[in-house]
């Protein structure tokens, strides 16, 4: 059932409307992230991101669970992913900051699953080489966050279908049509690679179990977007031999236009990771603010940042700091902070973001092949 | 539409009920191979194979092009395949002899796919390794038929899946549920692997040409019943870029008691090629013929060789010499011949065969590695 009730669509294809994030825990039936696992988590990990602090990672599945047996000294693996469909956007950057984080604190491999078999099926307008080419791409972003490569595995679907198809085969020969129908709202006029294409996002639950010859626990970070697949997943794990993946949600990076999340098909209100410092000039300053029509009703009223898109922006990825948060926060609402001055200082921050980035992603170029698992 | 208004089902996975061949032509809108055709194949080969001459290859698609093509120096490549759900039976050499006559004949490729993937898919009991290593075995009874290694190119799915999965995601993208739904009579209930599995036996029609660099015109040789898949294949093939492939469709080799086609889930009225002299003496003697309750009544009435299984099979597999099938007919419908000693003769050919069959199956292991193709 992708279209609620509540009238916004959000399927892993389609997300449009304005999303209810608590109506899609009662929906999906997952789990809120309560005080109690953050506390959990914190224990164990020794801090607690900024993401799982602000509710930006907000639900779950069997997170207890996985603490538990990582505390039996049973490790899970990370697994998350990226469809390849154009080059990466800040947005995309929030769930593999979060991954690197845990990876870091637990020690724990990483399996990175790029689809460039999905965005070719579901995308009429590309073709395999543009989906590969931008697998790569993409794949340099990773590198670029600064990822251990001895225990981050990097894969292309089309360059590792030899050990993926047989994975997935196992789930094909559990789920029908009924089910990818219900689940993703398909209909006869879907293609049958689309209707196949959930089998390949399940087999990576199952890898590092067969990697590693015993069943591992996998933990998959991911837009709540993506829940669906595991929806799925999880239904057919036990039956052929392996655990429920787990699960920890992100709500989606919002657009600069104030409208939804951030979508590479809209690049003006979108920050890729190769825009140059120019393009991130022109972006902020006509991104959607929370400020009044004139600086005089602005200094009189105050502005809003709670509607506020350049707020969010910084909210969601480039203020860790949350006293810093409120301080610009306080100071727009009382009318002390003007949106010029305000986009100014998230202009830098990202400039300054993305001038590392970019060269920590060009030298990624060399070390490509220590990630990428190959056939 | 599988079940006709003749009430016969047929589909690449069910076939039962008498089937009307005639009406498949119509059904299907093939092309009966008619006597232009024959002459003209006999003409290039320079003579003309019994299971021709007999109508056991009775319909084609786009045959008439081929030679056109062939005449003007462009090749084809031959493609036909085997689901490795069990041991090989003599009725699935049928269009491998043919294939193997057609190659001798014209110098050209085979390609060879064992669909492990399919069989695993569709068959609820079948696991992977089971699928996997029958299309081993039956690669065997390929080898042994005296294909030229230089010339003969066999693969199983999953081995060859690197190279598969691109050509089949290709033909996925254009092909949707409604399509697989009315050709194959899939429901709801149909698993998303044998949804997609259409695209994995399509996917070699389009190999030689990627191998060779330029289009390559392919003609199969199979059983009618397997026509449905190519179908949806050649509605694509033009749109993205290669040939429709060409088709020669045979009749179903007869099972032992005379009820429909021989089928490996019923082992005693099929012989396979693994059966001991033992297994054939008991199948053959307990086969149905179209002899009289009492031998003094057979003398009087003759027997009915149209209605017997042990003339069929004669007719489809053992006996190349129209003289000496006609003959054994006539000396059946006189009278003369009781089915004692009629059955007698057919066991001897099978024997025959069988053991030298058998001996060069079991020299096949070591050539094994020369004909798989694998990522």
Redesign the interface.
């Known amino acids: 059932m992708p279209r609620s009730k509540e009238g916004y669509v959000l399927t892993p294809w389609e997300v449009s409307g304005d999303i209810d994030y608590d109506d899609l825990v009662d929906r999906f039936g997952t789990s809120r992230i309560d005080n109690d696992l953050k506390k959990r988590i914190e224990k164990l990990a020794g801090d607690v991101h900024f993401m799982l602090r602000r509710n930006i990672f907000y639900s779950h599945r069997d997170m207890k669970w996985i603490l538990d047996e990582y505390e039996k000294g049973n490790k899970f693996a990370l697994y998350t992913g990226r469809g390849p469909s154009g080059h990466t956007h800040v947005g995309h950057l929030m769930p593999w900051i979060f991954a690197k984080w845990v990876q870091d604190k637990f020690g724990v491999d990483l399996y990175f699953q790029l689809t460039d078999?999905e965005k070719?099926?579901f995308n009429?307008d590309l073709e395999?080489e543009d989906t590969h080419s931008y697998a790569l791409e993409n794949a340099l972003d990773i590198i670029a966050l600064g990822f251990d490569p001895a225990k981050t595995h990097i894969f292309i679907d089309?360059?590792y279908?030899?050990t993926l198809?047989?994975l997935?085969?196992?789930v094909?020969?559990?789920?029908?049509?009924?089910t990818?129908?219900a689940v993703f709202g398909?209909?006869?006029?879907?293609?049958?690679?689309?209707?196949?294409y959930?089998?390949m996002q399940s087999a990576p639950c199952f890898l590092p179990s067969d990697r590693e010859g015993k069943k591992v626990p996998v933990v998959i970070p991911c837009g709540i977007d993506q829940d669906a697949h595991f929806r799925v997943t999880r239904d057919v794990a036990e039956t052929i031999g392996y655990y429920k993946p787990a699960l920890l949600h992100n709500k989606l990076a919002p657009s600069l236009d104030g409208t939804g999340k951030m979508s590479a098909s809209i690049p003006k209100t979108t920050i890729f990771t190769t825009d140059s410092p120019e393009d991130v000039e022109k972006k902020v300053s006509e991104s959607f603010t929370g400020g009044r029509i004139s600086a005089q009703e602005q200094r009189e009223k105050g502005g809003e940042p709670d509607i506020c898109a350049v707020q969010n922006y910084r909210y969601y990825l480039f203020e860790p700091d949350d006293a810093k948060v409120r301080s610009i926060a306080d100071r727009c609402r009382s009318g002390d902070l003007l949106c010029g001055e305000c986009k100014g200082m998230l202009k830098e921050n990202i400039k300054s973001f993305l001038k590392d980035h970019q060269e920590r992603r060009e030298k990624a170029r060399s070390s490509l092949e220590d990630f990428l698992l190959k056939?």
């Open positions: 078999d070719y099926l009429f395999m089309t360059d279908i030899h198809y047989p997935a085969l196992k094909a020969k559990r789920v029908n049509f009924s990818v129908k398909f209909d006869n006029s879907t293609n049958v690679g689309s209707i196949f959930t089998s056939d």
